[in-house]
């Protein structure tokens, strides 16, 4: 809709306040329209058709790639030397056949051919049975590499777990494989295979995280759906540079995230973060005096409701409130850094310790908005230049943090959010910008917190690509393995790791592939250099 043009000595108060209303009215038929087609791709999915395409993100991190120089290459298009991390396995001379005669040999060429054999294997174990003399009967013992109890080999096993964790085939289709390869197994033994006897794992994974959380000075965190049992849940992601760990739980709320950080040994303990989390929310005073007596830690869920229930706390806001405290200050108590930053989209349920939001997700209402005039289209490409170019300042600053350019960042993103565009959807954007100026600019005193929580998204779009291949999990333990193996394949691929070898070594029990924890422990050591500090110019 194109509004006439409006002379100065026209714009009298009426007039004002009517394009004000006018402005009003085209928002909420924007929102209406969205609405209608959010309403579209539902019904369309539900047709077996394809929604409409989605809009491409953000170009804050993907700024113009400028020119290389004059006469160079641009970065990545230099070309590595061929073969030159083969490892030659076997090497066979081929001579000329019927040569003429006199003909002199000037030696070899060579011409290297990679090829995969993959063949079953089946060795029947003839183990011979004596008879001592006091009657005792002693069986020869099976070989190192054969597993206790299974009738399946290691590589076998890490065969099939590679292919269901790191390639995604389904159950189905990888029983298909294992047949046409002449293996004969069971629905229910592959099954078992996946799921039964993978305690190592867990555990590992376990220890993961309680290490990750102790040696970092930040994580990033998102959320994503993740159906179990055929109702919705959630799964719940956990990283930095180090490390990768998902949890699937059934809600989404800051207590689920505070028991997700605790993993599966459930603390809760009163301390000063307590009593300070508890302040901040509000906590009725003379709930807080009774908590603060007699004991302070406590072991177990069923511990702590026990406590509760002894004070008669009931309520579900108050239960919920001290609840979080209590998680929050075990989590203090277990290591983890009272500043840790925690970078997130945004959501309300990762607001604690010291929280960084993403700029990305803060730019985002207005990539996506809809203009209804070529005025409208150019403020908003206005805003978002200006949001761009504060951006690309801030990354410069992360890279060299200079003590002077902080007040002349915090006066920018103050001009940027203070000023008033004249359209209400616009306003909405900047006033949100404004109210979570701490987070946005978090940087500014933690210079190694990332701009963007593009990481998370990173790691969990592998785990919604096998939710859409492999659909919903239908048992607790099959919902276990789903995260635990999730976890390990990207925080192997963090730190340099073959998976398959991985999986191989701890499925034969070698232990030349040192544990994860330890190896998160040693990267985080190796990349820990002296703080950056800000110095004056």
């Known amino acids: 809709m194109e509004l006439p043009e409006i002379r100065p000595e026209e714009r009298t108060p009426l007039v004002e306040s009517l394009l004000a209303i006018i402005r009003q009215l085209l928002d909420r038929v924007q929102k209406l329209e969205e609405t209608n087609q959010q309403l579209r791709d539902e019904n369309a999915v539900l047709k077996g058709q394809k929604p409409r395409p989605q809009i491409a993100p953000s170009r804050l991190e993907a700024p113009p790639r400028p020119p290389p120089p004059e006469g160079e290459k641009r970065p990545g298009s230099s070309k590595r030397p061929k073969n030159a991390q083969l490892v030659i396995t076997e090497e066979k001379r081929l001579r000329v056949v019927d040569a003429p005669t006199g003909s002199t040999s000037k030696g070899f060429e060579p011409f290297v051919v990679q090829e995969l054999d993959i063949q079953v294997t089946v060795i029947r174990y003839l183990r011979e049975r004596v008879l001592t003399p006091d009657g005792h009967s002693l069986l020869a013992p099976l070989p190192d590499d054969v597993l206790a109890g299974s009738h399946f080999g290691p590589k076998l096993i890490t065969y099939v777990l590679h292919q269901y964790h790191h390639n995604h085939v389904t159950q189905p289709l990888l029983l298909e494989q294992l047949w046409q390869l002449g293996i004969d197994i069971s629905a229910g033994q592959l099954s078992r295979i996946l799921t039964e006897n993978k305690e190592i794992f867990h555990q590992e994974k376990a220890e993961m995280l309680s290490v990750g959380l102790t040696v970092s000075s930040y994580i990033g965190t998102d959320d994503t759906g993740a159906r179990h049992q055929g109702h919705n849940g959630f799964a719940t992601v956990i990283r930095n540079e180090f490390f990768t760990y998902f949890e699937s739980t059934d809600s989404k709320s800051r207590l689920n995230f505070l028991q997700v950080l605790q993993g599966a040994e459930r603390t809760y303990a009163i301390n000063e973060m307590t009593l300070a989390y508890w302040e901040r929310q509000g906590l009725r005073a003379d709930l807080v005096e009774k908590l603060s007596q007699g004991s302070r830690e406590f072991a177990g869920q069923p511990a702590w409701e026990a406590r509760l ?106 001009a940027l959010c203070d000023q008033k565009a004249g359209y209400p959807s616009i306003d909405a954007v900047l006033k949100d910008m404004r109210e979570h100026k701490a987070d946005l600019l978090r940087m500014l005193e933690r210079p190694e917190i990332p701009l963007h929580n593009n990481g998370a998204e990173s790691d969990i779009r592998e785990y919604v690509k096998k939710r859409k291949i492999s659909g919903s999990t239908r048992s607790d333990e099959g919902r276990r393995c789903r995260d635990t193996f999730a976890s390990l394949k990207k925080t192997c691929r963090k730190l340099g790791v073959c998976f398959w070898n991985y999986l191989l070594d701890r499925i034969r029990g070698l232990g030349k592939i040192p544990p994860l924890p330890d190896l998160i422990r040693q990267r985080a050591a190796e990349s820990r250099t002296p703080a950056a500090q800000a110095v004056p110019t």
């Not at 979080?324 to 989590?331: K, N, P, V």
């Not at 200006?386 to 600053?397: C, E, G, N, R, V």
């Open 309 to 414: 229930a002894e004070l008669r706390i009931k309520r579900e806001r108050h239960v919920r409130i001290a609840t979080e405290g209590a998680l929050l200050g075990a989590l203090i108590a277990r290591g983890v850094a009272p500043d840790l930053g925690i970078l997130s989209d945004g959501a309300q349920q990762f607001f604690i310790l010291l929280h960084a939001a993403c700029w990305i997700h803060a730019e985002r209402p207005l990539a996506r908005m809809i203009p209804y005039n070529d005025k409208h289209r150019a403020v908003i490409e206005k805003i978002r230049e200006q949001i761009w170019q504060l951006y690309k300042d801030l990354k410069a600053f992360q890279e060299h943090p200079q003590e002077s350019q902080k007040p002349l960042l915090e006066a920018r993103f103050d």
